[in-house]
């Protein structure tokens, strides 16, 4: 579903860098996908789960925010994945959080806010005050947001070897994850990740660099 944040009070936002796009090298790439009706592109990515799975069991942590976490970690490592498009100019993010789409006990769910930490253990802690307040409230919206976070949703339910994530609008500029039911492959636990990036932005080189970096984040024990 798509989220709409307000700009003006993001615009304020001290930890905004803006680009400027003159000396930009991706001009004109930027000024080719910025008016698309669509500019999003997807790519669904093939991630070995087996070990952050073994570690999570191990650490009795919860699977999900610990694959999170080193989902996180390899998205704040590449640049163009904490840039957004307001007001037709760019502008980079220090930090980007993950509002993820968390599940309540009737099947409903509320859009998240989680700040992203380095430290695992104080973002274990953020995802938890999350996951409290949306399980006891009926609020779609989280009390604090912005453009500065990914949008993701886990899919525990099924496996997928593509998807579409939507989008409000050619302005939308947050790149969106989605994470697929865990599916063995001999040995392997593998996990399904489906990624769309708005093209003004993110290019298939960048998306492979955060895979890159997330698997290896992933391989840790």
Known sequence: MPRTYGVKKIRKNKKLKKIDLNSWIRKQHFNH???FADPYFSATISFDVTSV???????????FVTYLHDCMKAINAVDNF???????EIFEYDVINASA???RADNTFGFSFIHYTENFEDFNTNFENEKHRISTSTELYPPVNGLDCI??????????????????????SVPKFAYSKTYKDG???LMNVGISANHALIDGYHIGRFAEIFQENLNRP
């Open 151 to 172: 949008h993701c949703s886990a899919l525990p339910w099924f496996s997928f070897t593509s998807q579409k994530e939507p989008f409000s609008g050619a302005k939308d």
């Open 187 to 189: 040995e392997r636990l």
């Open 53 to 63: 799975y073994k570690r999570s069991k191990d650490n009795k942590q919860g699977f």
């Open 101 to 103: 789409t968390l599940l």
């Open 33 to 35: 996908f910025k008016d």
């Open 82 to 88: 904490k840039y957004r498009i307001i007001d037709n």
